[in-house]
């Protein structure tokens, strides 16, 4: 997207959402399995027991919590923008960065959108989707993570940094 004035970094809010959303994301992805039980004993017809249903509870809102996260973090980038790729970067490298970045938006909206699909209209095949998504997502967070830090330990770049330092703090 083009953005008339574009930043030359991540706003404080901006900055919060990402490591909110990526501890949430990451927190998902390790209690995951936690929904089955009781996800099993609805699909059957059946009561699931109470701790089931409490650790049902624990995925399902902090699962929405990450959606309401990322639609408030897009109207943001929608508003504001975000910064350029570094110029020294090729063409290759950017697109690259860039098609990794829409794979994160698409699972911090996607997972929640089937999660509810499932969850609460019991659509069985979303549930799949939502399932077969887990091991994509850790591939892709964990390539997004190395590149976070082989830019800033190898490359010495700024992008690291512009995600925990925010606009309007003069960088050094
Ligand atoms: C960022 C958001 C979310 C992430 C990263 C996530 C991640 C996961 C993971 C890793 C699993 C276990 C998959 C496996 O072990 O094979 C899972 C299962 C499940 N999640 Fe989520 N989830 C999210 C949001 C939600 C939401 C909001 C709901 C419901 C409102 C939900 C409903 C379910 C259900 C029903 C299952 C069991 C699916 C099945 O067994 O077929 N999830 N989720
Ligand atoms: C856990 C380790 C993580 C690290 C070290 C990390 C680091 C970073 C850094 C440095 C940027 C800025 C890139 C730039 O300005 O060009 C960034 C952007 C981004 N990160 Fe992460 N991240 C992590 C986890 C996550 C997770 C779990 C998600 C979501 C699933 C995520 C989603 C995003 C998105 C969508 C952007 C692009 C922001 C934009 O320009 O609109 N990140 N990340």
């Known amino acids: ?15 919060l959402l990402h490591w909110t959303i990526a501890v949430l994301v990451v927190l998902q992805l390790v209690i995951g399995e936690d929904i089955k039980p009781a996800y099993r004993a609805f699909s059957r017809g059946t009561e699931p027991a109470a701790p089931d249903i409490f ?9 929405l919590a990450v959606l309401v996260l990322a639609t408030w973090r897009i109207a943001i980038r929608l508003r504001h923008g975000v910064p350029a790729a ?20 698409l699972f911090i909206f996607g997972m ?20 077969l998504a887990k091991p994509v997502i ?35």
């Open 112 to 131: 929640p959108i089937t999660g509810v699909m499932a969850w609460y209209f019991g659509f069985g095949a979303m549930g799949t989707l939502h399932e």
């Open 55 to 63: 650790n049902a509870n624990v995925h399902v809102y902090v699962g």
């Open 1 to 15: 997207m083009t953005v008339a004035n574009e930043p030359t970094r991540y706003t404080v809010t901006q900055i």
């Open 86 to 105: 570094p110029a020294e970067e090729s063409v290759l490298q950017k697109r690259i960065a860039a098609a990794a970045h829409f794979l994160l938006y």
């Open 138 to 172: 850790i591939i892709v967070v964990g390539l997004h993570a190395a590149a976070a830090l082989w830019q800033h330990f190898f490359v010495k770049s700024d992008v690291f940094v512009r995600m925990l330092r925010p606009a309007g703090r003069r960088a050094r």
